[in-house]
């Protein structure tokens, strides 16, 4: 690193991810006089762990991403902005909530105060808001070995999973709103169908199925086929054909298709 009279200098610097794969940083963080402090970095990497959060930290959206991929960072410490243009890499998992309703465990507390104190000291509090805006924009080329999912319900696995191919815009500013753009088309993936935690069904989806994003991650619009496969007799449905033979009551391969097509949030779903 190049220490100077204007700042930090970074040629060619050496960065590892915790798997040991390599980047390199170019750029510094530059200043007059000890004030008016900016950095602008430019980061190399390849095949590197760029993501790695959970629900826990970020529950617009959270993951695991390895990419190859130019990152720039520029901006103060109070004003910056993070752009990412990249391709990702194996091993990688990419997960959208579809909910925002969180349940909050209560705690407990017991203060001994006097009926004087209690009143005096009761007062209202303004939350504190921080003076830090940033973004954060995301460009990746996705590729089939990527795996994202979609959770519609947690708690019985009301999901649709796939490794997909395309482009997706992400952007993610300090006001909290998340913004996605782009195209997958689904290579091969699943979605596990489930009606009020009784009827669980998992669904083959077909490839070449799609789900379009254009702004409000939650309004995607999706074309998907997928089927469910069984064995089970036709006897029930050729009832309604007043034909009650008896080779309809042995069981024979039946494929029970879906198509699920509109917003992602309230698809219509015909059988």
Known sequence: VEINNSGLVFKNFMIYDENGQPGTV???????????????????SNNMKLLNTSEIDNSLYY???????????????LNFGIDVVGKTEPNTLFVLPMTSTYTSKEASFITFVTEKSKED???NLDPIKS??????????????????????????????RG????????EYSSDEELYMYGELEVVEGDYLFTLQNIINKRFHIKQG??????????????????VYSLRAPLIDLMRA????????????NVDCHMHMSGSLMSPEILF
């Open 121 to 123: 000291s009761t007062q």
């Open 241 to 252: 054909y007043e034909d009650t033979s008896s080779v309809y009551r042995r069981p024979t």
């Open 26 to 44: 170019n750029g510094g963080v530059y200043h007059n006089k000890l004030k008016d402090i900016n950095f602008d970095f430019l980061i190399q």
């Open 131 to 160: 003076k830090m805006e940033y973004y954060f924009k995301m460009d990746i080329e996705v590729t089939p070995d990527a795996e994202t999912q979609i959770v519609f319900d947690p708690k019985v696995g009301d999901l649709i």
């Open 63 to 77: 993951g695991t991403i390895y990419a190859t991929a130019t990152t720039t960072i520029k901006g103060t410490p």
């Open 209 to 226: 199925g799609s789900i379009i994003w254009d702004g409000d991650p939650y309004q995607a619009k999706m074309d998907l086929d997928a």
């Open 163 to 170: 490794n997909s191919s395309g482009n997706i815009k992400l």
